[in-house]
């Protein structure tokens, strides 16, 4: 025993999190779910049940009702005893998620729920799997029933989970998040999951494409697209970028400007055009 734990002591995260997937892949779950109906956002849960007479927890766990069916990222959970709490965050907001030990059941592919999984030669309850499999990162979709904590918040109790997906990679530490600029630039994935500020950006920059598109178009003017590659580079002073057609034997550029090609499209009848993209100049 002591050397088993010496071995895994050695292994790093991701070396752990691969011999979980196999683990769960064991006891007959399926690590990389091919779907799931999800039916609520977080963010529209939050909104419905701001201001809704809920049910108080002991009533719930006597009794608890599927009112919420929902996924995200896992990206907080803490055990009590009894009881276990985590975060789950999906694209519109994150909501608080609670486990009770024995009214918990997990959901295999063929959406039988079971309160135990086969472990070797022991049973694995689902409130275990959840403790034991479920890393920060993974996804999970959740079923449950809609209540207030003590100090007011909204929690999910769940009654019944299905395993959705495990990451390899763990996520950066949560209190400090990712320091790092290049890897900020270079991975924006991760930048967007732990910075909600830099997530809100993006959706910013993509409401804003929508506000000049619908402008444009009220205004008569019609979307284009012109070539990303050209035989010339044209339409400003930079740089190019060159790269080499095989197939005709000519080299192209990425282009560094809109102009020229919008002029040409004004030739072919339109007279009121405008494209939303990339420019790409070598400086």
């Given at each position: 025993?002591?050397?088993?734990?010496?071995v895994?002591?050695q292994l790093s995260?991701?070396?752990v999190r691969i011999q979980k997937?196999h683990?769960?892949?064991?006891?007959?779950?399926v690590?990389?779910?091919q779907?799931?109906?999800?039916?609520?956002?977080m963010?529209n849960?939050i909104s419905?049940?701001?201001?809704k007479e809920?049910?108080?927890i002991?009533?719930i766990?006597l009794?608890?009702?599927n009112q919420?069916?929902?996924a995200g990222?896992v990206?907080?959970?803490r055990?009590?005893?009894?009881?276990?709490?985590a975060?789950?965050?999906d694209?519109?907001?994150?909501?608080?998620?609670?486990f009770?030990r024995?009214?918990?059941?997990?959901v295999?592919?063929?959406?039988?729920?079971l309160?135990?999984?086969p472990?070797?030669?022991?049973?694995?309850?689902?409130?275990?799997?959840?403790?034991?499999?479920?890393?920060?990162?993974?996804f999970?979709?959740?079923?449950?029933e809609?209540?207030?904590t003590?100090?007011?918040e909204?929690?999910i109790?769940?009654s019944a989970?299905t395993f959705l997906?495990k990451?390899?990679?763990?996520?950066?530490e949560?209190?400090?998040?990712i320091q790092?600029?290049?890897d900020?630039?270079?991975?924006?994935?991760?930048?967007m999951?732990m910075?909600p500020?830099?997530?809100q950006?993006?959706?910013?920059k993509?409401?804003f494409y929508?506000v000049?598109?619908d402008?444009?178009?009220?205004?008569?003017?019609?979307?284009?697209?012109?070539p990303?590659?050209?035989?010339a580079?044209s339409?400003?002073a930079?740089?190019p970028?060159?790269t080499h057609?095989n197939?005709?034997?000519?080299?192209?550029?990425l282009?560094?400007?809109?102009e020229?090609?919008l002029?040409k499209?004004?030739?072919?009848r339109?007279?009121?055009?405008?494209e939303?993209?990339?420019?790409?100049?070598?400086?």
């Open positions: 025993m002591f050397i088993i734990e010496m895994e002591n995260e991701r070396e997937v683990k769960i892949k064991a006891m007959g779950i690590p990389y779910a779907s799931f109906s999800k039916k609520d956002m963010g849960i419905a049940y701001q201001d809920l049910r108080d002991n009533d766990i009794n608890p009702v919420v069916k929902t990222r990206m907080l959970y055990g009590h005893g009894k009881l276990a709490f975060r789950l965050l694209s519109t907001e994150q909501i608080q998620l609670m009770h024995d009214n918990c059941v997990i295999n592919e063929n959406g039988e729920k309160f135990s999984l472990s070797g030669e022991e049973e694995m309850s689902a409130y275990k799997f959840m403790e034991k499999m479920v890393d920060m990162g993974d999970i979709g959740v079923e449950g809609i209540f207030r003590h100090k007011g909204l929690t109790f769940v989970f997906s990451t390899i990679r763990p996520l950066p949560k209190f400090h998040g790092d600029q290049e900020i630039y270079r991975k924006r994935y991760l930048d999951t910075n500020e830099s997530y950006r993006f959706l910013l993509s409401k929508k000049l598109r402008f444009y178009t009220q205004e008569g003017f019609v979307e284009i697209q012109t990303i590659l050209d035989n580079a339409g400003a930079a740089r970028f060159v057609h197939d005709f034997d000519v080299d192209v550029y282009r560094i400007a809109f020229t090609s002029k499209a004004t030739v072919g339109f007279e009121k055009v405008f939303i993209g990339q420019d790409f100049r070598n400086e």
